[in-house]
């Protein structure tokens, strides 16, 4: 029986959902009727086993309480285990073992009696039981080999508790030939069911993966959409103080608003925080500027000039100025196939200020035929940089386009 713990794992995930049904694994539940099923079968043969070893006239006195031990408390372990589905493998494996062991002690516990050799030993009618038993509890490999040789197994037992006079060759070989075939057709049943059930329960943990991530991604959508609501009363509220300000004091608060919201709504486009107020050095800029390029994957030559005196940027200052850069270098990329893009970072300790360049040679565009609703200028760069109180300038022409974005330390 195959471990089934990471199904049982993900179908306790799966559960939680609700969804009834969407948790019943097939492979599981073939593996349980299997052992149920066998544990029937198994009864019928090892009451007719136990019932024969009563009236056995072939096993040595001394024998036969100890032979019916052996075999027979373990063959009621494996059903009660079989049956309840719990230590199944323990079971099943205490049996096999045990049965395998009676079945080499045979010759020893029967030298010297009188037997027939038309009578089948109660010993034979347990070999089907066994190798049935092999198949659920142990692996393709080990069961297979079980299936195989313990017939065979039996056969020379049988034979040297005969000594192997020429009368018993072919009942003996009837005996194992039945049973080998018997068992052969039974584990090629198990493996087609397993089989079966398998290529199911693959089918359904992908559709259930595809479920998951269309539900991830329809949460993702919603929470879009809560967000852009959200940003639109932050937007419009910032208009309205701007609109009704009057004194000094009202026009500073909408200045406030008016630059929190569009730094909020500069950064929805990415799926990043804003950062901290804490104060990085320039060369943080830089290390996520390289991180984009890598991951635009083109030849961008990136060129750094910072004096090592340059001010350190607030943690919130240097994200929104690597994610102007990003969208600079993206556009960059996206309209002039990122022909002669260069980027140029630099800073000096005066007038205390960072600069970042990103330029490229392709054909460039007119600013103003941009339409309205095309944001990775307006609200990506220009926006996102102004929220804190930088500059940003965009020049283009035939001849490629050029952005240049600079933040200046407040003195005190």
């Known amino acids: 029986m195959t471990d089934s713990r990471p199904l049982r794992v993900l179908r306790e995930e799966l559960e939680s959902t609700g969804i009834p049904g969407i948790a019943s694994f097939t492979r599981e539940r073939v593996e349980r009727v ?4 066998v544990a029937l079968a198994f009864g019928a043969l090892g009451a007719q086993a136990f019932f024969a070893a009563l009236g056995a006239q072939d096993v040595r006195e001394g024998w036969e309480l100890a032979l019916m031990l052996v075999v027979f408390v373990p063959f009621v372990v494996m059903e009660v285990t079989f049956f309840s589905g719990r230590f199944t ?28 050799i038309t009578y089948q030993p109660w010993i034979y009618f347990l070999v089907t039981v066994a190798t049935v038993a092999s198949v ?23 034979m040297i508790e005969l000594r192997f006079v020429a009368d018993a060759w072919i009942a003996v070989s009837l005996d194992t030939s039945f049973s080998l075939i018997l068992g052969s057709v039974l584990m090629m049943l198990a493996w087609t069911f397993r089989t079966a059930s398998s290529t199911i329960d693959e089918r359904r943990l992908r559709a259930v993966s ?49 630059r929190e919201a569009l730094t909020r709504l500069a950064n929805t486009d990415r799926d990043v925080g804003e950062g901290s107020d804490a104060p990085v050095p320039a060369g943080a800029i830089v290390a996520d500027i390289r991180r ?11 060129v750094v000039d910072l004096d090592p005196d340059t ?57 103003d035929e941009v339409p309205a609703d095309r944001l990775g200028i307006r609200a990506s760069i220009l926006a996102r940089v102004s929220a804190f109180g930088g500059s940003a300038e965009v020049v283009s022409s035939k001849d490629g386009t050029r952005v240049t974005m600079t933040w200046r330390a407040v003195r005190p």
């Open 34 to 37: 299997m052992a149920v099923s």
């Open 89 to 116: 493998l323990f079971g099943g494996r205490f049996f096999v073992v045990a049965y395998t062991a009676s079945l080499a002690v045979w010759p020893w516990a029967t030298a010297g009696s009188e037997t027939v």
């Open 136 to 158: 659920i509890v142990f692996p393709r490999p080990v069961h297979v080999a079980i299936t195989v040789l313990l017939p065979f197994a039996y056969g020379l037992v049988r």
């Open 210 to 258: 595809s479920y998951a991530q269309a539900a991830a991604v329809n949460a993702t959508e919603r929470e879009r959409v809560a967000v852009a609501a959200l940003m639109h009363d932050s937007v419009l509220a910032a208009l309205l103080a701007a609109e009704r300000a009057e004194t000094p004091r009202e026009r500073d608060l909408a200045v406030s608003m008016a």
């Open 292 to 302: 984009t390029i890598d991951d635009a994957r083109c030849p961008a030559e990136l």
């Open 311 to 367: 001010p350190e940027v607030p943690g919130r200052v240097a994200r929104a100025l690597a994610l102007a850069a990003a969208q600079a270098i993206s556009n960059a990329v996206e309209h002039a196939a990122g022909a002669g893009l260069v980027v140029r970072v630099s800073g000096s300790a005066e007038p205390g200020r960072v600069v970042i360049v990103v330029a490229d040679s392709g054909p460039g565009f007119d600013i």
